[in-house]
């Protein structure tokens, strides 16, 4: 299984684009800017769209995306996420104001979107492949997600989250972690606002890192564009046992 980061940015400018990772060629965790980094025939092949949650950074392509191949696929496209953010979508997106409901698209019979409801420590398995919900704490209902492939080796996704006990017991329950791709908002003056907003920064990434127990290799993603050189500096400062590197665009991880 490979996984291929599209976008790994807390915001735009330049070559920045937001939360987007594909799975193969037929799933996307997270919905961002990257996604327009794909060809058409690539954005053809995603049959599956799972979202952390529902803040527009990560979810702000999957309208276009859908627009866009609807007419050429024969099948639907499936949303997965918690009920929380399913609801957000149907409110706020899909409403025929903001965009068509494609959940009524030709009509509710054969819809050209489903929606999947998912809840934190379900497995979803697609062929040989398992998603399993992590469990976040942001400001929205969040979660993360481990992906595993035919052989076992697992790579967890954080999407957004402060610091979350259960998180941390759930990572420390995946046996097989080989690369764990979490975020790192903010530098450390502003560890107050990362408390606040329930991002991690530097600091608290030390202090979650330093409560596992496994041992992957540990990507940061999610830093926001006008404090990245800061943020990234003090995160490499770690003399932790668990050594931070930054995840960039175009990074390729074999499962």
Known sequence: MDVNVLGCSGGIGGLARTTALRVDADILIDCGTGVGELALDDLMHIDHVFLT??????????????????????????????????????????????????????????????????????????????????????????????????????????????????????????AELRYLLIETAVPNQYQSLAHAARHLCP?????????????????VTHLKPGYADQTLRETLASQGRLQPRVLVNGMRFSL
């Open 203 to 219: 600091n608290l990434l030390h202090a979650l890192l330093e409560r596992l127990s496994v041992t992957p290799e540990v990507y």
């Open 53 to 174: 949650h529902s803040h527009l950074d990560h979810i702000c392509l999957l309208p276009l995306l859908i627009d866009t191949v609807c007419d050429l696929r024969g099948r639907a496209l499936t949303v997965y996420a918690l009920e929380d953010t399913l609801q957000v979508l149907r409110e706020h997106v899909f409403n025929w104001q903001v965009w068509p409901d494609f959940s009524a698209i030709p009509d509710r019979a054969n819809p050209l979107l489903l929606m999947q409801p998912v809840r934190v420590g379900e497995t979803i398995r697609l062929g040989d492949r398992s998603i399993q919900v992590l469990p976040a704490y942001h400001t929205v209902s969040a979660v993360g997600y481990c992906i595993a492939g035919s052989q076992g080796r697992q790579l967890a996704f954080t999407g957004d989250t402060g610091m979350c006990d259960a998180l941390v017991e759930a990572l420390n329950g995946l």
